[in-house]
């Protein structure tokens, strides 16, 4: 049985959701920042007839999250969120293919990443100056996604200053920059910061500004700060070169996240 989720089911809910944290820390941090009654954001719970619950369906304005076990009402899911005609899918690999095969028609652009993580026990960083590296308030969003359209490999996301607005004020997200000669020529930002966990998003720097460690320094503030809460950090990854970095930073593979845009 599906049913929309409430604040009665969320001490259920997060046990389910700890059986992966990491895998699940965009589910379980817009639980935590935004709860279960507002207009941008829904939870639905698959619950067996004993009660037990077998899968999770978020939904984050047009972005659907799924999690569930083995037995899990593929098709409930399916039908919740193919009635979204914007519907944006992504999640973890093997529960993402199960999607595919039962969802007809073109679900968009696919890419496959690698999901890795780095608790601060991983962490190796290096630099022992990071005085260049800025924390960015709300004045800097602007500056923030002027330099994100320089990158080829960002898609556009039409709602992206509103979430990073929204981010910053519940504090469910942060970025670090660096500045030269008056621009922004690296960020890194984090989404999904929660009481146990953050991912990493964004990390980029300018074309003409490449090859300096800009990102790395932005990369080992960010994390350095993060850690230091006792969270873990996460991250995704698809270009063997960066995840080369990423390693060298502590983090480790944990399995595979699929997206569609």
């Known amino acids: 049985m599906i049913k929309k989720l409430t604040t009665l089911d969320h001490e259920q809910v997060m046990k389910f959701l700890m059986d992966e944290p990491s895998l699940n820390l965009f589910i379980i941090g817009d639980i935590e920042a935004f709860g279960y009654d507002c207009d941008f954001q829904d939870i639905w719970g698959d619950f067996a007839e004993t009660g037990e619950l077998r899968g999770v369906?978020?939904?984050?304005?047009?972005?659907?999250?799924?999690?569930?076990?083995?037995?899990?009402?593929l098709n409930g899911f399916v039908d919740i969120l193919t009635r979204d005609p914007e519907f944006k899918l992504s999640g973890i690999e093997r529960i993402i293919d199960r999607f595919e095969e039962a969802i007809e028609g073109d679900l968009g652009r696919k890419q496959v990443t690698y999901f890795c993580e780095c608790r601060k026990a991983q962490f190796k960083g290096e630099s022992a100056n990071l005085s260049s590296v800025k924390k960015a308030n709300l004045e800097d969003i602007d500056r923030i996604l002027e330099l994100r359209t320089k990158i080829q490999e960002f898609v556009p996301n039409p709602h992206?200053?509103?979430?990073?607005?929204?981010?910053?004020?519940?504090?469910?997200?942060?970025?670090?920059?660096i500045d030269a000669e008056g621009e922004m020529?690296?960020?890194?930002?984090?989404?999904?910061?929660?009481?146990?966990?953050?991912?990493?998003?964004?990390?980029?720097?300018?074309?003409?500004?490449?090859k300096q460690g800009?990102?790395?320094?932005?990369?080992?503030?960010?994390?350095?700060?993060?850690?230091?809460?006792?969270?873990?950090?996460?991250?995704?990854?698809?270009?063997p070169e960066a995840g080369r970095i990423y390693k060298r930073l502590g983090f480790e593979d944990i399995g595979k996240w699929t997206m569609y845009r």
């Open 185 to 210: 020529v690296a960020s890194a930002s984090t989404t999904a910061e929660n009481s146990i966990s953050a991912m990493i998003v964004g990390v980029c720097t300018a074309p003409e500004h490449r």
């Open 214 to 239: 800009y990102a790395s320094l932005v990369m080992e503030k960010l994390m350095a700060d993060i850690l230091e809460e006792g969270k873990t950090l996460c991250l995704f990854y698809d270009n």
């Open 160 to 177: 992206a200053k509103e979430m990073m607005i929204k981010g910053m004020e519940i504090g469910k997200a942060r970025t670090y920059y």
């Open 57 to 73: 369906l978020l939904r984050y304005y047009h972005s659907y999250i799924p999690y569930g076990k083995d037995n899990f009402d």
